[in-house]
């Protein structure tokens, strides 16, 4: 594949994409201050604002009168432009948010799902029925959205074409159409490492930085890599797989059949069986059901006499992790690493300092000396959040507003 | 830091880059080739062009008649223009080589440095010496040389300025002075790995893949990284750290101080360590240089009845090469891996197969399915050859060519 090239087009759709993020986080601005944050000429910043305006996106509420001059329009995001749905879809729940187009959340909708039932048409039943869910307790029908992202782990992209790939489940197209079919809306669907970084990139931190990571702690663990505003998908979509790379050569086994990977040690099955090891009859190393047993660590840990095993196994598993982003850390070098996902929400405070401690001491040189770890600022579901963000992408590249940075959502 | 703004001013440089890269590789061409090969419009090609030839970069040769119209004049890079040299400091031998401003090498010099001597200013002055040597060698004195590119292991920026950790060595702000006065022309430093990621850009297959990776096997060992034509420099200069990424939790002792790292094993002297727990008492477990180990190995796995014990040692480390590998294409995804460094050209063949039947193995998914593993294209010694480059970049940057893409280089 060539190396794309960088046209001046793309460089109009990169300064339509800065006046949006500093809409959306000044949450009201002006046309001066947006041309002082985002360093774009007044010209441009002019241009961009009307293109926005016109296609409903951004809208001027009202004119506060400045000390000299003319009255100043105040802007803002249009959040009665239309509704945007992202749905995660892990091995243990699937779950619907629905936003405005200011990117606000107003409704969702979640089911649990039996972690170990497999079938891919129960999976697509399951994502018609929380996206049917979350429309109803938002009060609106499908013509009020504007699109529907789905995060789906296992999203490839290889030269033969763009398929779905989830571990343990088989997808094949006839599935992916028929949940076009059971969605019938306009419909994105992502890798979850690539719809973390987009949330980073809109609403976190990755605008700020020239080059950040966000880790996904979950069922299953993995890196969204953010440089220089864009997101590093690699050549089959697949980059950020830092969960299936070795912590341990010749170590557990990992679900995806190899051995030693940093979700056999991280992934919360792995801190279930670091409890197994420290503990074979502990109480908490034979719960059914992950989210259960990370919650109930938790639990363990606050309480006014912590469990030890239970201590022992959030220091293991905190090594585990500061070990595993210091490999992560002398690959990419980032000035920031954010943490997300249910891991994190749950254990994110317990593992935090030890991790940034061990990060530090296996990090080559002084790479982790100035580096930034901290629990992401994008709070919620950061994955339905992502990619309800895709949907909005895909939207406004439809409208002509964005070059396609999309390029493998079905 | 924030996000470098993109600008038409880069996308000119970048055009510049383009045409130049084109003329570099045809070695002979015209306005309308590298119209068809860059994408770039004929305007801008010929506009370019004109940039080129008026600062001496590129010269007319010859017109060719063709079948219509005006004859077509014939574009070549213009050696005459100057002398760049490239110095790779390794920590066995120092090597300078000159080339003409087309990159074609015209002398080298080298000399052996014992690898247990650490002194900087007898650094500083084998890197005189051999650059006097090359010049000398050459037939040319330092007026004729446009620049020096010196590549030194651990050069970094941090937030409080730039400076040069060299395991093992003590440099300070006072040996750089000094290096730069003995020296005596104007002077670029720079990482290898960023070194060796500029010459797969330019001379190598960089340009024609938008992610590849080349791997540095030596001494120590690392990743150069290039994304969409450019290179992963990382907050503090060190992405592509790879060989102090981890390979075993826990495992051999690597001469950073940590354990386990991927340099433990794949680096010359874990090499010899591999040889040494198989057959402790083996003639090749204690040669003392590095080089003639490595070179012995190679003539021992060649010979008609190859060493058992060479065998084994080979085998191992190719596995834990793949292994390796496969972490790197776990987190960056690229299209294209390529080999280089002496252990490469001494070793590649015998290790090349192996490490890519296990990289394919413990790759995550269909990573590595598609990916491409090859010894680099890049032939001679791609660090001396590409911080030549950045040499060559740096002069063309000052004469306003090219926005500055070496922003660490002292």
Redesign the interface.
């Known amino acids: 594949?060539?190396?794309?090239?960088?046209?001046?087009r793309d460089?109009r759709s990169?300064s339509r994409l800065d006046v949006l993020h500093a809409v959306l986080s000044a949450g009201e601005t002006t046309r001066n201050e947006i041309t002082r944050s985002t360093?774009l000429s007044p010209a441009t910043v002019a241009t961009v604002v009307g293109e926005l305006i016109s296609e409903g996106i951004v809208a001027e509420t009202k004119l506060t009168a400045g000390r000299v001059g003319r009255p100043t329009a105040t802007l803002v995001m249009n959040a009665a432009r239309g509704r945007v749905v992202g749905i995660d879809v892990a091995e243990t729940y699937v779950r619907a948010v629905m936003f405005d187009a200011a990117l606000n959340q107003v409704a969702s909708a979640e089911e649990p799902r039996d972690e170990h039932d497999l079938d891919p048409a129960s999976v697509v039943e399951s994502i018609g029925r929380v996206l049917d869910n979350v429309l109803a307790e938002g009060g609106v029908t499908r013509d009020a959205v504007l699109g529907v992202g789905v995060a789906l782990p296992?999203l490839?992209q290889?030269?033969s074409g763009v398929s779905v790939?989830v571990p343990h489940w088989t997808w094949h197209k006839v599935d992916l159409e028929r949940l076009r079919e059971r969605v019938g809306l306009p419909l994105s669907i992502d890798n979850p490492l690539k719809v973390i970084a987009t949330a980073e990139l809109w609403l976190g931190r990755g605008?700020?930085?020239?080059?950040m990571v966000t880790i996904n702690l979950g069922t299953g663990v993995g890196?969204g890599?953010v440089?220089?505003?864009r997101i590093?998908?690699?050549?089959?979509?697949?980059?950020?797989?830092?969960g299936?790379?070795?912590?341990?050569?010749d170590?557990r086994e990992c679900r995806?059949g190899?051995h030693g990977c940093v979700e056999a040690y991280v992934g919360a099955p792995g801190i279930q069986q670091t409890l197994r090891e420290i503990e074979p009859d502990h109480p908490l190393a034979d719960l059914a059901l992950q989210r259960d047993f990370i919650l109930s660590m938790a639990e363990a840990a606050d309480g006014p006499e912590p469990d030890p095993a239970v201590q022992e196994t959030i220091a293991r598993t905190a090594r585990?992790l500061g070990?595993?982003l210091?490999?992560?850390v002398?690959?990419?070098?980032?000035?920031l690493v954010t943490l997300t996902g249910w891991t994190t929400w749950a254990l994110g405070e317990h593992l935090l300092a030890a991790a940034r401690e061990r990060l530090v001491?296996?990090a080559?040189?002084?790479?982790a000396?100035?580096?930034r770890l901290e629990v992401s600022t994008v709070r919620g579901n950061s994955v339905a959040t992502g990619v309800a963000i895709i949907a909005l992408e895909r939207f406004l590249s439809d409208a002509g507003l964005l070059t396609s940075r999309v390029p493998i959502a079905l």
């Open positions: 594949m060539a190396v794309p090239r960088r046209t001046s460089i990169e360093g296992g490839v290889g030269a790939v605008r700020y930085f020239s080059s890196a890599i440089l220089e505003g590093l998908r690699g050549a089959t979509n697949s980059a950020g797989e830092w299936h790379s070795l912590l341990v050569l170590g995806c190899r585990y070990s595993a210091a490999d992560l002398a690959v990419i070098n980032p000035e001491e296996q080559p040189g002084r790479s000396h100035d580096l």
